[in-house]
């Protein structure tokens, strides 16, 4: 509640600077704040719900007011494909979400429990722990009832964050969304969300073995294609999408593995770099009279001397620099990981999140020298 509440204000008043000058007919200024004030009550009602039904109703409200946020500038074709990707992805995860409440709650009222909060449904979850379900032959048979209802959380949060194999429309919405807004966003929607329901359910994916595995691996491979991705990117705004990418992919892992409090310590810190990552290329994208593109940049340093410390205390925190928040979170993730003795191939998932760092201190290199240097 104090990062969405924390972030949100310092958006908000940059937001106020940033769109200032969005005058047209449609009075867009005030309604992209109608959108922001949306987004941040979602996300409030996401986390402060101790109900699943509660938290059901800010999750559905964040993945609209992302897909708004995202057509904010409805007038071109290559925005209103990206909003149409982020509303129907959006879509796929309310469907998981749903789909996983219903068959929990059916599946506790069998056993004659009645929960619908957060604490009375982990005290009554040893009752279905052991149980199958019967699924029709072309979703694999009987299964095991944990497994089921994981698996629609994991698709919703998925889904919700943009994760692979959702992803394909990440870059359109970075470029398509107002930068005050991609930052929200992606901050907090696409860096939270996901990894806070994981968290919320934990009891639920220690029961689930094997699609804790999947997410584990889904993670690892995330968390290597978004850095890939981040270090060949010519447009600013590409670069910090895949980063966010990247980095809830090794949230991904750690949530895997089991260490639930690292994933969320680690999505704490990214939102609050990105945050900062995103505004500060916002005012040097403002300062170049809109132009994005990393191959136009450079030589910034002598001349934006008020974005220049914070972009680069921003590109060290997301590089892992010893000593700064993105080092602690970053190895918080490797070590949950390396001594995850009980999960299978634990040493090949530790060396791609190694791998996953190395690559990620690259790009936030090359954003840095490319932007300010060169």
Same mark, same amino acid.
């Given at each position: ?19 200032? +000058? ?6 867009? =200024? ?21 109900? $699943? ?23 071109? #074709? ?43 449904? +982990? ?14 032959? !072309?979703?694999?048979? +009987?299964?095991?009832?944990? +497994? ?11 889904? &919700? ?7 394909? *429309?990440?870059? /359109? ?7 005050? *807004? ?5 901050? $907090?929607?696409?860096?939270?969300? *996901? ?21 584990? !691996? ?21 670069? $910090?999408?895949? #980063? ?5 992919? %090794? ?13 969320? =310590? ?5 939102? %609050? ?25 450079? *030589? ?18 997301? /590089? ?43 790009? #936030?290199?090359?954003? &840095? ?6």
């Amino acid at each position: 509640a104090l990062l969405i509440t924390g972030v949100g204000l310092v958006l908000h008043v940059f937001s106020a600077g940033f769109m200032g +000058e969005d005058n047209r007919e449609d009075r867009g =200024f005030e309604r992209f704040f109608a959108y922001q004030g949306l987004l941040i009550a979602s996300l409030l009602i996401l986390v402060l719900g101790g109900n $699943l039904l509660v938290s059901l109703i800010g999750w559905a409200g964040s993945g609209l007011a992302s897909a708004l946020m995202v057509g904010f500038w409805y007038g071109e #074709a290559e925005h209103e494909r990206a909003t149409r990707h982020a509303f129907i992805v959006g879509r796929i995860g309310d469907l998981g979400f749903v789909l996983g409440t219903l068959v929990l709650f059916g599946s506790l009222a069998a056993m004659g429990h009645t929960a619908t909060s957060f604490l009375e449904i +982990e005290a009554a979850f040893s009752a279905i722990a052991d149980r199958s379900i019967a699924l029709p032959a !072309w979703a694999g048979g +009987e299964r095991h009832l944990p +497994e089921v209802i994981a698996l629609c959380f994991l698709v919703a949060g998925l889904a &919700q964050a943009s994760q692979l194999p959702f992803s394909g *429309g990440l870059p /359109g919405a970075a470029s398509a969304a107002p930068m005050p *807004g991609f930052a929200l966003t992606s901050a $907090l929607v696409l860096g939270g969300t *996901g990894i806070f329901l994981f968290g919320r359910l934990a009891f639920v994916f220690v029961a689930a073995p094997g699609v804790s595995l999947m997410a584990a !691996w889904l993670g690892a491979v995330a968390a290597v294609f978004g850095a890939v991705a981040a270090s060949v990117q010519d447009d600013i705004r590409r670069v $910090l999408a895949f #980063a966010v990418l990247s980095q809830l992919g %090794l949230a991904l892992l750690a949530v895997g593995v089991g260490a639930h409090s690292a994933a969320i =310590f680690h999505v704490v810190v990214v939102a %609050l770099i990105q945050a900062l990552l995103v505004t500060a290329s916002a005012a040097v994208v403002l300062a170049l009279r809109g132009e994005t593109d990393l191959r136009q940049m450079g *030589g910034l340093w002598d001349y934006l001397h008020r974005t220049k410390w914070p972009f680069a205390l921003g590109v060290l925190a997301l /590089g892992g620099f010893p000593f700064l928040s993105g080092f602690y979170s970053q190895n918080g993730v490797l070590l949950a990981v390396r001594s995850a003795e009980h999960v299978p191939a634990a040493d090949a998932l530790a060396r791609i999140g190694v791998l996953t760092a190395g690559l990620t201190a690259f790009y #936030a290199a090359r954003l &840095q020298l490319l932007v300010f240097h060169g």
